[in-house]
């Protein structure tokens, strides 16, 4: 069965200080590794996908990279705008011809000035 | 351009009650996903529907489920009767693409239905 674990549950980052989040996955065959950003009453808004390992996507102070077995969400002198929860998702064959997003419990970030 | 549409945003009812999620995709997007978060947990695929049909609903947790996409456009989830571990939040959404390989970022999340069963 394919699986996601992200880590930490929680962070908590000084304005500028970098950090890494992780995402772990199990999946037969990789089609696809998606990061998510959630804010607070709002659904999960779209930051990347990655597709085979090594490759690399960056938007702003955000950089997510794709090993073999996970993924790396790189945030790069944060800023308390960055605050929210970071979701990692893989894509899951749910039938013969269709597919869906199997999502990890999420990685909750938040940036004090 | 509209985002996807979720209605409504927060409900309360009792146990054994019924309630009906809707759901309004981006305009012109044949695919409509239901998924859930119950507390503390990480959000679940629900089903699928291609247009008006269900391509899969493997993620329904048990009948007590209905979906229904009528036309092609507009979905309802539908619980009945509530029970409290229902309790959660609703995501709907939506996306263009269909295939082998689809985009993360055709897939586009509505806000959410809050649901509290007491």
């Known amino acids: 069965e394919d699986q996601v674990t992200q880590s930490p549950e929680a962070l908590r980052l000084q304005e500028g200080e970098s950090s890494s989040l992780n995402c772990s996955y199990t999946v037969s065959g990789l089609r696809g590794l998606f990061w998510y950003r959630q804010d607070p009453g709002k659904g999960p808004e779209f930051l990347f996908t990655l597709y085979s390992a090594g490759e690399e996507k960056e938007k702003e102070r955000l950089k997510a990279t794709l090993t073999k077995k996970e993924s790396f969400l790189h945030i790069t002198a944060p800023k308390p705008e960055d605050s929210a929860t970071y979701l990692c998702?893989?894509?899951?064959?749910?039938?013969?011809?269709?597919?869906?997003?199997?999502f990890g419990k999420g990685t909750s970030l938040l940036v004090t000035p | 351009e509209a985002g996807v549409t979720q209605f409504p945003s927060h409900s309360v009812i009792e146990k054994g009650q019924t309630v009906t999620l809707r759901c309004d995709p981006i305009s012109g997007h044949d695919n409509l996903y239901w998924y859930r978060r119950v507390m503390g947990k990480e959000i679940k695929f629900l089903l699928h529907?291609?247009?008006?049909?269900?391509?899969?609903e493997s993620g329904m947790p048990n009948n007590r489920f209905l979906a229904e996409r009528t036309g092609g456009t507009y979905s309802t989830l539908k619980v009945q009767p509530a029970e409290l571990e229902d309790s959660g939040v609703y995501f709907c959404a939506s996306s263009q693409d269909r295939g082998q390989r689809f985009s993360g970022n055709t897939i586009y999340f509505g806000e959410g239905s809050w649901l509290t069963v007491v």
């Open positions: 529907f291609v247009k008006e049909s269900k391509q899969d």
């Open positions: 998702a893989v894509q899951a064959r749910v039938s013969d011809s269709g597919y869906a997003l199997n």
